[in-house]
């Protein structure tokens, strides 16, 4: 989760909420393809993010 105070626990509480509520223990999947998916959209955004400041600052 994020670096916010607390939100590991928020986390750990709705994941209790999630698997009291399913009946069944839940664990998380990693998806190799899928991350690296999201990973070079996310470094795109970031590098657009960046020209998009330098164009600010020079135009």
Same mark, same amino acid.
């Given at each position: 989760m994020g670096s916010r105070p607390g939100s590991? /626990? *928020?986390h750990?509480?709705?994941i209790a909420q999630v698997? /009291? /509520?399913s009946g069944t223990e839940r664990t998380a999947v =990693?998806? $190799?393809e899928g991350y $690296?998916?999201?990973n *070079? *959209?996310?470094r795109n955004f970031?590098? =657009?993010k960046q020209w998009r400041g330098l164009a600010g600052i020079v135009g």
């Open positions: 590991s /626990a *928020v750990t509480w709705m698997t /009291a /509520a =990693f998806d $190799k $690296k998916g999201r *070079v *959209v996310e970031n590098t =657009f």
